[in-house]
């Protein structure tokens, strides 16, 4: 029995779990006489805790209800469209169908992990019930059993026993969970066979876009006898697809759990907003913009939380998301801001009106003609909108700054009317297929557009509102950066309002697949170079994982720099040093983040380090002499952003630390990356390493005859007397000598202001000049006596000529 208990429980996980090549059979230690008692007990108690957990309730029985959910959503889907009626269901019907196939995959995952994880221990305690059993067996079956003292062969029997009943007890939960694992592997193959049907069919409907498939309209006439199976169908497929929006609903999975907790946190939010901007928006003092969107708290609400579908709901059942874009469309017209809303003119009526006509269409799917004419008017009542808008807008004048979007607006709406013409064209002549995808793709595509814009909008207005309020303004990170991070947000949500909108016009103009399976393709593609393979996904993943990093370590730093590490009472330099540090171990770990995520294998990874040894140790030296250098620069902190230094002739302002160089900023305004080597080898000189204090030291030199007592009483008043010098250590004026032609003073002084101390210096000098004139004390200029010992003839004369006339003397007598 117990044997069986093992073998089911290896059936169990057969499915999941992979069996080795060449599996090795762990040799059982055999019991010795002397540790029979000890491991009786032990192998006893075991046996005994199997059968207390056995004696419990199964915990596979509480997997059953969650087994026949999803068995009869597979049974119901698959009886109810049958393949061939599946190739006459509307293609929104048939994507909305493949998603409630892999809605039921999903779960049936979740449940076998689920049934795994609870049932776990049935299979290992199997396995150490036989492995036990095993031991003691082979004591009674071993040539001197016969020669066991009664007591031991006693105590033998009834650990035997107990351990056979203790497998007895687990058989029946195994078979259970057998069962159970047999009844999920049916269900799965079910829900297999339905994705592949729907597949088939959504391939089927594509292929037939340029094909005939219906009569001309003209040769229509009324389609008796086929609206009461149509309308069977449509009642059933919605009956199916509110099924699977409650399903969806009960799962609350990760990211349902999320848009609730953002549904719930926003609504207070934007009230709270609302109420304290009241005033400002009645004085007029907000932003157009921003006063509609704080002005209208419900609309702004409800059309983030139906953003809020769209993008953490992607796999939500399309009903859903239908709902989402209808609710969407009032709060899209008046939250628009109000320039564009002068500049788009009537097109937002327009495009939200044709996409709720073309919601109506469902209702007209019962009869046939009825369903044509019903796409012909909207094709046409779009054409006819688009025309007329484009009529109106070329007898408006608009400003010059928006001359561009409305080219740009004019390009589209004349594409719109050619694929509009085309589908009424196609209808006509019974290629119904792409009539509904021309017509649904332009109206469609038209209006995710304007709620995409719409959205955007909204969440950039309240995100600089966030930046501008006081309680966020005290943050040294929103003052500095609060421009650049605003305009960096505006670019990311930009691309993604594109991306987002590109994937769902595709989607309606059924090119996504085709295009989805090119790229699938392209990105397969692999390269090989010897024991290295990499694809090109595998490349593009790479890229996106190491910006990503790159982009996450830089917020980080900044994040430490600006209002973490200053916040913190530290050693000078020790926030510097840690922001960098987490800024290049973010970096690392993104890189092997992105190496693991781009396929690559330790064995790879070894030839590419390997590699890059060798180069190291050939060409990388200085390389890495300087990251070396930068790990001690920032270990050891000799200098920090901020300090003042002076390095092999270079004078600056230490701007950033890195791992390879330190950029210094020279006080004429050049960037000089220095080698960190450098920093550690040279002779450094840190001026501001300990304090900011700075001494100014003035050399001046006065005329001979000046008295030297006066002239120092003078100077050290007026050093004392001057803004920016400090009284401790108090100035000096020192007489230094008797130069050739002056005697030589000296003033010495301090100042705590080092960045200003160069205009602390002038404004000294300034002083000194105006005391020494005001006291009479003269700076004689520079005297020099020249003695010609042989002059030319032509010097001569011009020294006479240049000499002044004097009288001749009077003649004697």
Known sequence: MLAMALGLARLAHAADTPTPAAPTEQPIPAIQMADIPLRADTDLRYAEG??????????????????????????????????????NLPIMRLESLERHWLFDARRLAHWHADMRQATAWYASDAAELLRRRTAWQAIKDAPGAVGLPPALADRVNAVVAQLTAAGEALSGPLSRQVELEQRASAIEEQIRAGERSVAEAINYVDARLLRVDSPPLWALGQAAGSGEDTLTLLRTGLDIEVRFAREYGAADSGNQRALHALQVLLLPLLLWLAHKSRHAIRAGVMSETAAGVLGRPISTWLLLSMLGVLALEPDAPLMVQQVALVLAAIPVLRLLPPS???????????????????????????????????????????????????????????????????????????????????????????????SE????????????????????????????????????????????????????LIRLLTAAAVVGWAVYAMDRFRVLRSTYAFAAQVLSYTLAFGQISISLGNILVFVISVVIAFWAARTIRLILRDEVMTRMSLPRGVGNSIASLTYYLVLLLGLAVALSA??????????????????????????????????????????????????????????????????????????????????????????????????????????????????????????????????????????????????????????????????????LLTRMYDALREAGIEIPFPQRDLHLRSISEEASHALAASQPSRPAPPEPG
């Open 50 to 87: 199997v059968l207390q957990r056995a004696a419990t309730a199964d915990p596979a029985a509480a997997f059953t209800p969650t087994l026949d959910a999803i068995a009869k959503s597979a049974d119901e889907k698959l009886y109810e469209f049958q393949p061939a009626q599946l190739r």
């Open 340 to 434: 564009s809303r002068r500049q788009l003119d009537q097109w937002p009526h327009a495009i939200t009106g044709l996409f709720l006509a073309e919601r109506l269409g469902f209702l007209f799917l019962a009869n046939t003609l009825f369903y044509r004419l019903s796409t012909v008017a909207l094709a046409a009542l779009a054409l006819t909108a688009i025309l007329w808008l484009l009529a109106r807008g070329r007898r408006q004048e608009h400003p010059v700054a928006s001359a561009r979007l409305v080219r740009a607006l004019r390009a589209v709406a004349w594409a719109a009317v050619v694929l509009l013409c085309v589908s009424l064209v196609a209808n006509l002549f019974g290629n119904v297929s792409l």
């Open 437 to 488: 995808m021309l017509t649904s793709g332009v109206i469609g595509s038209g209006y995710f557009g304007l709620v995409l814009y719409a959205g955007v909008t909204v969440i950039i207005t309240l995100l600089q509102l966030l930046l501008a309020r006081q309680g966020i303004s005290r943050f040294r990170l929103a003052r500095e950066h609060a421009p650049p991070l605003v305009q960096l």
């Open 598 to 763: 781009a396929g690559f294998q330790t064995s790879q990874l070894t030839i590419v380090f390997g590699a890059l040894g060798v180069g190291i140790g050939f060409g990388l030296q200085n390389v890495v002499n300087n990251f070396v250098s930068g790990l001690i620069l920032m270990f050891e902190r000799p200098i920090q952003p901020g300090d003042v230094v002076d390095i092999g002739g270079t004078s600056g302002q230490v701007r950033d630390i890195g791992m390879r160089a330190t950029r210094i900023k020279t006080f004429e305004g050049a960037d000089v990356i220095v080698p960190n080597g450098t920093l550690l080898s040279d002779k450094l000189t840190n001026w501001t390493m300990l304090d900011r204090s700075r001494r100014i030291e003035i050399s001046i030199g006065l005329a001979y005859g000046t008295e030297p007592r006066q002239v120092i009483e003078l100077l050290d008043g007026l050093a004392r007397q001057t803004a920016g010098i400090v009284t401790e250590p108090a100035p000096a004026v020192l007489f230094m000598g008797f130069g050739p032609g002056t005697l030589d003073f000296s003033v010495r002084a301090w100042t705590y202001d080092f960045d200003r101390w160069i205009d602390i210096r002038s404004d």
